[in-house]
Each structure stands twice: as structure tokens, then as C-alpha cells.
């Protein structure tokens, strides 16, 4: 079982980048094979529906989403949605999505947003039966200082989000039940 950790902002500040580093940590500290994606670094183009599938980005990312059994998705919150970048990255990728387990890491600015990722939670679920880890991590302006995560709380956060990752990654969706 792989995961694949993907950092979507592309903020050079990000906050959500340290709590997708948290979880790649926490990963690797419990044995697991991990990956570690940071689209800051990747260029990928804007999803057109057609050529832009093509661009040997676009191919190398879809590889990765493919081979991974498990994607963790550290998010920043926009106007009460996910940035743009992940929603762009999961366009291109497509059916490289089917039937993974995946999970969500938010940094937002306050409190009130923390049912953002809903939106794309669904998406995920309807289009590609993704299984959605029904944990997940949000962390407001207060959690970070100094380039850091400063709130031990979401440390611990990460940790059960970390152990539900691992307890559902793999589980067969389309096998009968026993
Ligand atoms: C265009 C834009 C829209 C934002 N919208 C929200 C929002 O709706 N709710 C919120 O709590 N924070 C909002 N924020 C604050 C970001 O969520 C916050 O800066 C967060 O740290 C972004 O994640 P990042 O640091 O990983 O880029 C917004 C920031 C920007 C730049």
C-alpha cells in the first residue's frame, strides 16, 4: 500500500505544506511507503479538456496519482472552497483518481470554513468512488508561527488522521461481502 502526499499550494509561505510534511513524517515514522508531491515545484498548465493532457507534466502526475493506493491532499481554503490548484490538478489527472482512499489537510485563515473541502469530497466520490477518509485535518492561522506548526493539538490531529489513512488504505470496494 502506497501513499502519495500532495502539497497544493502554491503559496511560497504555504502552511498547508507543513502540515502535508507533518503527515509524510508521520507516514514514514509508521513504516508506510510514501511520496511526496509539492505542484509548487511541477508547473502543471491550466486544465483545457485537451491538449493540456499531453504536457509531460500533466503525464508524470498522473503516474504518480495512479500508482498510489492512498492520496492525502494538504489544501488551502480560498472563498470557501479549496484553492484553485487542486481542484486544476485533479482535472488533469482524472481517472488516475478511481477508487483511491483520500484524505484532506486544510489551512484556512479562521475558524468558519472548515466544511470547504465538501465540495470536493463529493466530486471525488461521485466521479471516481473514491473512499474519503471521514477524518480530517483543519488548521486556522493560529496553528502556525515562524514557518512552523505551533499547536501540539494538530500535531495529534495529523496522527489520527495518519492512523485512519493506514486503517482504510486498500480496502477493496468492489469485493462482495463475505
Ligand atoms: C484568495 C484567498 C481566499 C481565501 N479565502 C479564505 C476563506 O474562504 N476562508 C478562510 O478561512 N481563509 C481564507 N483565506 C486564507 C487562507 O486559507 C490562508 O492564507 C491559508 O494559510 C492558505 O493556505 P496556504 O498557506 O497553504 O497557502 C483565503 C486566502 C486567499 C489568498
Do not use: H
Request: net charge positive; with cysteine; charged share 20%.
Amino acid at each position: 500500500m502506497s501513499y502519495l502526499v500532495i502539497s497544493t499550494s502554491l503559496n511560497p509561505d504555504s502552511k498547508s505544506y507543513l502540515l502535508a510534511r507533518e503527515t509524510e513524517a508521520q507516514l514514514v515514522a509508521a513504516g508506510q511507503v510514501v511520496e511526496f508531491l509539492d505542484l509548487r515545484k511541477v508547473k502543471l498548465p491550466l486544465c483545457d479538456g485537451a491538449a493540456a493532457y499531453s504536457r509531460s507534466s500533466v503525464k508524470k502526475v498522473t503516474d504518480k496519482v495512479r500508482e498510489a493506493s492512498c492520496i492525502l491532499l494538504a489544501v488551502p481554503i480560498y472563498n470557501y472552497d479549496v484553492g484553485a490548484a487542486a481542484k486544476n490538478l485533479i482535472e488533469l489527472t482524472g481517472e488516475g483518481w478511481t477508487e483511491k482512499t483520500v484524505g484532506f489537510l486544510c489551512a484556512a485563515g479562521g475558524r468558519s470554513s472548515y466544511m470547504s473541502v465538501m465540495g470536493l469530497a463529493n466530486s471525488l466520490m461521485l466521479d471516481f468512488r473514491c473512499l474519503v477518509i471521514p477524518r480530517f485535518v483543519y488548521a486556522d492561522r493560529t496553528a502556525f508561527q515562524s514557518g512552523a506548526i505551533a499547536d501540539d493539538t494538530i500535531r495529534q490531529r495529523i496522527g489520527e488522521f495518519v492512523a485512519k489513512a493506514v486503517s482504510l488504505n486498500g480496502v477493496n470496494l468492489t469485493a462482495p461481502p463475505a
